[in-house]
Every structure is written in C-alpha cells, then in structure tokens.
C-alpha cells in the first residue's frame, strides 16, 4: 500500500458520522471529485472497500487522489446545495460535467438590471440572469427576439439609464422602444413590460393574454390608438404561435423530461421541452460510461447543473427511474422557483408513454454517435499517459501554435482539450509583442511566458500537459520558459510536422507511433486545431491591416472615422457592399458620400 493510500485511510478515519461534503484532491492540490454524503464516514469509506460502487470511475478517481477534505452541514439538503456549489467552482474532472456538441441559443433577459435588455446568447451563466431556450432550430430565437422588440418594446441599447433625459433615437419613432432612457416611460410600466415578456417566453398563454387585453383596452380608453393597436396584434401573434401545431400533444403541463440510454463506451442523455402540454424542443449530452455513475445518480447530477445555471423550471420533471436523492433535489429546486417543483418517474400511462420516447431517442441518438467513431476518450488518454511516461492521465491538454508570414503580423494560438474533448470556451489569441522577425522559438518563448505569468497570477493550477506545435526548438523554448518558472515537473511535449514525431523533453530519440494509433490521432486532432486557430486569427489580423491601409487613400477619412467603420464593417469587402446610406450612418453624409463614390468608380 503506497503512503498517499494510507494517508487518505487514516484521514477517512477522522471523518464524523454527519451529513456534508467531501473532497478528494490530487497531488497538485486540484480538486478531482467532489460528493455529499448522509454520513460522511460511511460514504467515503466504501471507497476503499475491494467492492466498491462506481467501477472504473471510482477506481481511477481514488487512484488520483491523494488527499481529502471535507464540510459538515446541518442537514442533507444543505449538503446537496453545497456540492452543486463547489462542482461548478472547480470543474472537478471525475464530476460529470455538462458539456454537449451544440451550442443551441437562448434568449437573456437581464431581469437583473432596472431597464432589462433582451438578446440571444449560446452560453447560459451564473449572472443572476433569466435565460429561456434553447431555441431549435436556431432561427426560432430570432423570430422570437423580433416579436419581444416589435411588440414589447424593451429597450435595445447599453445606455446608462439616470435622471437626466437622453435624446430620442430611430428605435422610439419607429415604435420599437418604450424610450426609457429620455423618460418616456416610468420605472413600473418598463417592468410590467418585462414581466410580460417573462410570461410569453415562460408559454403562460392564458396570463399572458389577459394582461395584453387589459392593456389594449386601457390604451384605448386613453385614446392611444397606436399602443392599443400594438398589444391587440401582439394578442393575435400569442394566439398563433399557441395554436401551430407541434411535435406532439399530451394532456400535461409544462414539463421537462429527462431518460438516457447507455453501452460500454458512452452515454446520452435526452431532455425534452414541453410547455403548454406541447412538445416544443429537446436538448442532449454525452458521457463517458467509464467516468460517470449509475443511471439515477448520474440523472441527480445533471438536474442540479441543468437547473442551477439560470434556466427555465417547470412544474413537473419527469425522470426514468427513481432518483436517490429525489426528495432533496425537490424540495431544492421548488425553493429555486418560488413554487412546487415535483420530480416524478412514471411506471404507467400517458406520462410512462412520454419517458419511453425520450429513452428511444436517447437510444438512437447514442448508437449513431457510436457507429460513427466518437473517439475513446479516457482508453486514448491512458495511451498517451503511458507512450510519454506520465504519472497522472493528461485529463486537461493546453496546445499552442505560431503563425505568421514572412515575419509579419505574428499570432500565437492557445487550444484546449479536456476529457479527450475541445473546450472551446477556454481558447484563447495572442498578439507577438516581444519578438521582431520570424522566430518561431522565440514566440513560442514568449506565449508560454505569458500563459504560466497568468495562471499563477490567477491562483489557477498548470494544465495536465502542454503541446507545442513544433520539434527540438520550440520544444527547447518552452522548456526554458518552465525552468525559470520553478516547474520542472510540468509535462510538455513537441509535435513536429514532417515526420509527425513527439518530443520529449531531455530525450534526444522522438516517438514515431504507428500511423493508426489513437494516441497520435489525438495529437494531431488537438495539434491541428491549433494550427486552424492561429491561421484564422493571423487572417483576420491581414485583412484588418488591408482595409486600414485601404482606408489611409480615401478622401476624409482621418483616425477617429476609420476607427469607426473599420469597428461596423470589419472587412473592406463589407465596407463596399454597403449602401451609400448605411456608409453615411457611420461618418456622416459628406465624408460617406465621398468614401462611396471612391469605393465606386464605376457608378
């Protein structure tokens, strides 16, 4: 028995026999699991037993780790809420983490501003927010943000709203903003306004529909016509988009409904939307089978993420099987609505008929993912643990690339693989600030500086591994960068094009793996899309600099106005598609007429 294994037994030893949380950490201090237990004792005890629940999740996991901590609470409930707290803090990796392959829109109110805004966005986040969604197909969200602008009103701009009046813009005489910002409306009409936009995304037709006549008929009364007009056709709109036929049709409430199907390798999990008794859209993820638990604790954890980022709770979720902690979780999440939230999972009848056709096509969707090669992961990621000799699976990759032509314009890319998966929320650009001319190891140098200065600043931990796109020299350069940071242990590696080989560092052999193993198919996949990365950016930095040097011989253009269409067009291609008005929009009707006769010679 190694001496982290003995420590972590004794420290088991120590725990009480109460309700909390605990968390196992790996031997860079990183969170690696996070859990709640009735008692904590005996939870994490049965880590230890020669059978204990989980299979390889658990095996892996307590292998990782090599200390523990733990939170007593006062009750189970508290332990629930906690460990949805610390999970989305630190991402621990033996957590099931919600991550799909399609960013679906929502619509973002910002219900936590005094004069909300409502736009589309692809990320739900913690910001004290209302997010409705996800919208399939996508163009459903901008038909729906129309209808909140034309017929609601809210506001559309980021101007700070005080005392002091602001002149009107096009919005307000366009009756497209109720004109908050220059006063036109007060403070409670703005929010009853938001209140009904909450409503028509939330599908309360029927409340809806009566504070939208009780408006018509006020307006009218007021002889405002105009408005009166505005919220009988927005009556009408809310009675059409209500009677489309949809998917199917039950005799239930708003609902949510949760199955998963699973085989050796992965797992897909359904949700299907249905508001007003109507199926109106779904959602799905994707797990490992080997890093993830059993079906009702794995449903648990994804209902405490699902919910716990800001969306939209029905009144019932229907759920496959029953949930261990089903009761918690209810009683958790009717406290987050305000109202009755019930968690059922059906045996019969209509609502048994709806689960089945969420496992179905959760069954379906897992055997097309399957038979179309969705990479074996954590198997990969062993291999690759084992052909570069490290100790821990590389469970998060950084990979970086230099790109530049002829020395100019030279760009650094940072990509990022967690799980054997991108995570394209944490890539990041760089701009070459140091290094004049075209030296790729010196950039290197430079970019991996700048990424170990800001980790550290930030408190956060260094990746499992770094891949630099390259062989001996940026390999070399990047080394160096590590050294005179004090990690000599952090894991690095080189790709080099030519032959494809890995470099290691200290090793005057490279690895050349067969040209079918998964390992070097996952190098070149994360190394690739670096590559992609800093190629694009590098494109984009080019056509930038051609319109400004474009911009530098047109007649009146000076700084500020290039500034100004270089930040509405982007690209000289755009600039000369757009129409002497829309020109004129940005710099004024002289100065736009003169660049549009410049950028049209012929006319």
């Known amino acids: 028995m190694d001496d982290s294994r003995s420590k972590l037994i004794e420290r088991v030893k120590e725990l009480p026999d109460s309700p909390g949380v605990y968390l196992f950490k790996n031997d860079k201090k990183r969170v690696i699991y996070v859990g709640k237990a009735n008692s904590l004792r005996n939870r994490v005890r049965s880590y230890f037993h020669n059978d204990a629940p989980g299979g390889p999740l658990t095996y892996w996991m307590v292998s990782d780790a090599a200390s523990l901590d733990f939170i007593v609470t006062d009750s189970p409930l508290e332990a629930l809420m906690l460990e949805n707290n610390l999970i989305k803090k630190n991402q621990p990796r033996y957590n099931i983490l919600l991550r799909d392959d399609k960013t679906h829109p929502y619509i973002k109110l910002t219900v936590q501003d005094d004069y909300p805004r409502a736009y589309i966005v692809r990320r739900v986040r913690r910001d004290g927010a209302a997010y409705f969604g996800p919208f399939i197909p996508a163009s459903l969200a901008k038909k729906t943000l129309n209808i909140i602008h034309r017929y609601f009103l809210l506001r559309q701009c980021h101007i700070k709203i005080t005392n002091e009046p602001q002149r009107l813009c096009l919005l307000y005489y366009i009756r497209r903003c109720l004109g908050p910002c220059a006063q036109k409306t007060t403070y409670e009409e703005y929010q009853q306004a938001v209140n009904d936009v909450k409503l028509f995304l939330e599908g309360s037709k029927d409340d809806l529909m009566n504070r939208l006549k009780e408006k018509m008929w006020e307006y009218s009364r007021r002889e405002e016509y105009e408005l009166a007009a505005n919220y009988r056709d927005l009556a009408n709109t809310v009675e059409e988009l209500n009677t489309r036929p949809k998917m199917v049709s039950y005799e239930l409430d708003d609902a949510d409904i949760f199955g998963y199907a699973r085989n050796e390798e992965n797992i897909a999990v359904q949700i299907f939307f249905m508001r007003n008794g109507q199926i109106v859209g779904r959602h799905e993820f994707f797990f490992e089978s080997k ?47 305000g109202k009755r939230v019930r968690i059922q999972w059906p045996s019969r009848g209509k609502k048994r008929e709806l689960v089945d056709l969420v496992i179905r096509n959760a069954e379906i969707s897992l055997q097309i993912n399957s038979s179309s090669g969705r990479v074996r992961s954590y198997e990969t990621l062993q291999s690759l643990q084992e052909t570069i000799g490290m100790t ?27 799980a054997g998966r991108p995570k394209k929320s944490d890539y990041r650009k760089y701009k070459i600030k140091g290094v004049v001319g075209p030296d790729d190891f010196s950039s290197m140098a430079e970019v991996i500086e700048r990424r170990v200065k800001y980790l550290k600043a930030s408190n956060l931990p260094m990746p499992d591994l770094f891949l630099v796109d390259g062989g001996k020299g940026q390999l070399s350069a990047a080394r160096e960068v590590l050294l005179r940071y004090g990690l000599p242990d952090q894991p690095i590696i080189g790709l080099a094009k030519r032959e494809e080989e890995i470099f290691l560092p200290n090793q ?96």
């Open 508 to 603: 005057s052999e490279s690895i050349k793996l067969e040209e079918r193993s998964p390992v070097l198919k996952l190098i070149q996949q994360i190394r690739n899309e670096a590559h992609r990365f800093a190629i694009t950016f590098h494109r984009q930095l080019r056509t930038k600099k051609g319109v400004q040097m474009a911009l530098d011989e047109m007649p009146g253009i000076g700084p500020k106005r290039k500034h100004k269409l270089m930040q509405h067009f982007g690209s000289l291609e755009n600039l000369r598609s757009a129409t002497l008005e829309q020109i004129q929009q940005q710099i004024g009707s002289k100065a736009g007429t003169q660049l549009f006769e410049a950028l049209h010679p012929e006319l």
């Open 392 to 418: 821990g699976i590389p469970y998060r990759i950084e990979a970086f690339d230099i790109s530049n032509i002829q020395g100019t314009n030279s760009v650094a890319s940072q990509v990022v693989w967690e």
């Open 291 to 337: 890093l993830s638990p059993d079906g009702p604790s794995l449903l648990s954890d994804v209902l405490m993420q699902f919910y716990g980022m800001g969306r939209f709770l029905p009144k019932h979720i229907f759920v496959q099987e029953e949930l261990p902690d089903g009761q918690a979780l209810e009683e958790l999440l009717s406290r987050k609505k």
